[in-house]
């Protein structure tokens, strides 16, 4: 009986995340563990716009059980340069919100820099979608969105989605903000060292793995 038990301990194959704790209880029962291998599902890296072209990547995030949004907006031209970059605690709002809203700051503070050709990237489909016809906006936020446009209009602009590997300056920015003071933001007119490692893998055009 014991030979038996032991080869069908044999022949079972634990599967596992690759953690200590996993590996130390298939230790204990003797159990082979067989770990999930991480597939590397595509190579993502930041684009430059062209010559004339500013490109605004921006992010939004939301945490906390009563919700505490954040967003991030980065400037930057055709050589990776960086033209400035702006965080903000937006207080109470959903992940969708503070998406919404960071696509507006970016265009707003755009307007503020007088910048005429504009490239909006967001890592959410839903902004990008609402940008192209108008559908899906949360409505407390209506007005200020139809502002938006309408400025978009008066110029040369585009949004597009990034995925959220190439978007890890705007992320990191978005982060930052939730340390913010509720309702206050921040505006860096040279790279904060938070963010210089980022900006450096853009400007060499180094990519991030995007796993399956």
Not at 67 to 96: E, M, Q
Not at 157 to 174: F, I, K, P, T, Y
């Amino acid at each position: 009986m014991l030979a038996e038990v032991k080869l069908s301990y044999q022949l079972i194959l634990a599967k596992g995340n690759s953690s200590i704790q996993d590996y130390k209880v298939a230790r204990l029962f003797n159990i082979p563990l067989l770990t999930r291998t991480v597939n590397v599902r595509q190579e993502v890296h930041w684009c430059p716009p062209p010559s004339n072209v500013i490109k605004i990547n921006c992010d939004g995030s939301s945490i906390g059980s009563h919700p505490c949004g954040a967003v991030g907006v980065v400037f930057r031209d055709y050589k990776a340069n960086f033209l400035g970059a702006i965080a903000s605690n937006i207080g109470h709002a959903t992940t969708l919100e503070a998406e919404f809203a960071a696509c507006m700051l970016a265009i707003e503070k755009a307007r503020e820099l007088h910048l005429s050709h504009i490239c909006l990237e967001s890592d959410s489909i839903q902004v990008v979608n609402a940008f192209i016809n108008n559908r899906g906006v949360p409505w407390r936020m209506r007005v200020r969105w139809l502002n938006c446009l309408l400025y978009c209009k008066s110029i040369n602009c585009s949004c597009v989605q990034v995925l959220r590997e190439g978007n890890q300056v705007a992320d990191a920015l978005a982060k930052n903000g939730q340390g913010l003071a509720m309702f206050s933001s921040q505006w860096w007119p040279s790279p904060p060292s938070f963010l210089v490692s980022l900006l450096d893998r853009d400007r060499l055009g180094l990519s991030f793995s995007r796993l399956a």
